[in-house]
């Protein structure tokens, strides 16, 4: 018994790092999200200084409003380089999810 449980348990931190819970929302998801209503006190330090500034960005803000959040930080990515890094960190997980478990099903 106490091998299946030591291997559950196990199972369930490795699902846990590949798959962390976002019911927490943490700092990334919530960056990635939506930028212009984040405390940006819980950020990183490197990224502080671009996101007081992306959230100063009138025309940033209304076209966030317009677009998709993927779209959004591809068109910002130029502008707001690191911020956009952390935002596609978040967003790339679940693209590389998808096509590898599309490979599966063909």
């Known amino acids: 018994m ?3 449980s030591g291997h559950l348990v196990s199972l369930k931190n490795e699902i846990g790092y590949h798959f962390p819970d976002v019911s927490s929302e943490n700092w990334e998801l919530k ?12 950020l990183p330090n ?3 200084k671009p996101a007081i500034d992306l959230k100063c ?7 966030f409003r317009k677009m998709n959040v ?7 990515f130029p502008v707001y380089r690191k911020l956009a890094l952390e935002a596609a960190k978040w967003l790339v997980q679940f693209s590389s999810t998808y096509i590898c478990e599309s490979g599966f099903l063909h």
Not at 57 to 63: F, T, V, Y
């Open 2 to 4: 106490k091998g299946i």
């Open 57 to 63: 960005d009138s025309q940033a803000n209304a076209e």
């Open 31 to 42: 960056l990635t999200k939506d930028p212009f209503k984040i405390d940006v006190d819980i």
């Open 46 to 48: 490197h990224i502080q």
């Open 70 to 76: 993927e779209d959004f930080w591809l068109n910002y």
